[in-house]
C-alpha cells in the first residue's frame, strides 16, 4: 500500500501536492493551496509507537494550519489502529477502493463509437475542463459519488495536470463536435494511474465513459505498463462498473479526520 501512495503522490507533487516529509514512523503529504484531506494526510509505516506518533503528526498539522487527517488501508494493523484514532475523536472523512487492472491484452466491447482526441491544445483543455466540471460538480449520487461544488484551486490544479504531456495523457471523447466523457492516464516508472474519469450526466448510461476508460488502458498497453490502478469510492456503481472492465480491488483505504 505505502509503494503505491508513494508514486501517487510523487506523479502529482506540483500540481495536487507540494511537500512530503517522512519519518521513521510516518509520511506526510501537504498541499500548500489544496486545504481538504484529499490532499493533506498521513500514511503510517508498519512500526509505530502509536500514541507519541500521532501527537507528533498532528502538531506537524496544526503548525500547517490544517485538519489531521490519517490514511489507513484494510491490512495490518488496522484494527488497532482506527479504533485507536476514533478513541482520539477521529471518524472516517472518505472510504475508497483502490483497484488494479488485471486483464492485460483483453479486449473492452464498446456498445458506441467516439472519436477520442488526447488534449494537446486550449480547446481541448477547456472542452476537458467543462466535462470535469459537469460530472464532479454536481450533487453526489451512487453514479456520481464525488459530486460537490468544485473551488478554483482545484480546477487550476487539474488545468496543470492537462499542461504536463510527458507524464500525463488526457482523453477527450467527443460525440460529434460535444465533449461527453474524459480520463486521465499518469504514466511513470512503469506504472499507470487512471485519473479524472466522467461523464456529463445527461448522457451517462450510453457507455461514453467506458470510451475515455478505454483509451487510457489502450496507452497503458502500449506504453508496455506492469501496473495499472485507480481510486474510487466503495461500494458505489462505479466500482461494479470498473469490475466489470476487468479491475479488482487490491485494498480499500479510509481518511479518517479530527475536527476540532
Not at 466523457?181 to 467506458?210: E, H, N
Amino acid at each position: 500500500m505505502l509503494n503505491l501512495m508513494e508514486w501517487h503522490f510523487s506523479v502529482q507533487n506540483g500540481m495536487y501536492f507540494d511537500k512530503r516529509n517522512e519519518t521513521q514512523s510516518y509520511i506526510v503529504f501537504s498541499s500548500n493551496i489544496m486545504t481538504d484531506g484529499s490532499c493533506n494526510y498521513a500514511v503510517l509505516k508498519s512500526s509505530i509507537n502509536l500514541k507519541d506518533e500521532i501527537e507528533i503528526i498532528e502538531h506537524e498539522f496544526n503548525n500547517m494550519k490544517r485538519t489531521p487527517c490519517i490514511y489507513l488501508s484494510n491490512e495490518e494493523h488496522y484494527v488497532q489502529r482506527s479504533s485507536f484514532l476514533e478513541q482520539r475523536g477521529y471518524s472516517i472523512l472518505s472510504e475508497e477502493s483502490v483497484m488494479l487492472y488485471y486483464k492485460k491484452n483483453t479486449y473492452i466491447k464498446l456498445k458506441v463509437n467516439l472519436n477520442t482526441v488526447r488534449v494537446t491544445d486550449a480547446k481541448s483543455a477547456n472542452d476537458f475542463i467543462d466535462v470535469f466540471t459537469s460530472a464532479y460538480g454536481g450533487e453526489k449520487t451512487p453514479e456520481s459519488p464525488y459530486g460537490e461544488k468544485l473551488d478554483k484551486t482545484y480546477i487550476d490544479a487539474l488545468s496543470r495536470t492537462l499542461n504536463d504531456n510527458q507524464k500525463f495523457f488526457n482523453f477527450v471523447c467527443y460525440e460529434g463536435k460535444i465533449p461527453v466523457s474524459i480520463a486521465s492516464l499518469c504514466f511513470d516508472a512503469g506504472k499507470g494511474g487512471i485519473y479524472s474519469v466522467g461523464t456529463t450526466p445527461s448522457v451517462r448510461g450510453k457507455g461514453f465513459g467506458t470510451v475515455a476508460i478505454k483509451a487510457c488502458i489502450d496507452k497503458w498497453q502500449e506504453l508496455n505498463g506492469s501496473e495499472l490502478f485507480l481510486q474510487t469510492e466503495t461500494g458505489s456503481t462505479v466500482e461494479k462498473w470498473y469490475q466489470n472492465l476487468g479491475f479488482e480491488i487490491q485494498f480499500i483505504g479510509r481518511l479518517f479526520s479530527k475536527e476540532s
